[in-house]
Nanobody, 126 residues
Framework: QVQLVESGGGLVQAGGSLRLSCAAA?????????MGWLRQPAGKERGFVSA????????DYADSVKGRFTSSRDNVKNTVYLQMNSLKPEDTAVYYC??????????????????WGQGTQVTVSS
């Protein structure tokens, strides 16, 4: 069992930056897991933001965040990060990190991920 805990959300003005963190709280670590970030705006379905392979060597981003968001991982700290720059009001959502225990790369599909964090709210004001 992998327990994931997100942090770093908050309120920021448009154009600002936030860094989300996702740490493995107990049991297995994030280190051998493919990781993903997804987000759910209020009243909408959860959607793909970013995916990263087990090694961290492969990453992918939704078109809407390419060039602004960057995923990274620190396997010593068992933590993955989502650096979000040039934030826009449309980035407002609850952000979730997710881990895949069996896949090298989780990709864009929510069903590929086995473990989820509790979510952290990101609100971008105009």
């Amino acid at each position: 069992q992998v327990q994931l805990v997100e942090s770093g959300g908050g309120l920021v003005q448009a154009g600002g930056s936030l860094r989300l963190s996702c740490a493995a709280a107990s049991g297995r670590t994030c280190s051998p897991s493919a990781m993903g970030w997804l987000r759910q705006p209020a009243g909408k379905e959860r959607g793909f933001v970013s995916a990263m392979s087990r090694s961290g060597g492969s990453t992918d981003y939704a078109d809407s965040v390419k060039g602004r968001f960057t995923s990274s991982r620190d396997n010593v700290k068992n933590t993955v990060y989502l650096q979000m720059n040039s934030l826009k009001p449309e980035d407002t959502a609850v952000y979730y990190c997710a881990a895949s225990s069996s896949r090298y790369y989780g990709g864009t599909q929510e069903r590929n991920y086995d473990y989820w964090g509790q979510g952290t709210q990101v609100t971008v004001s105009s």
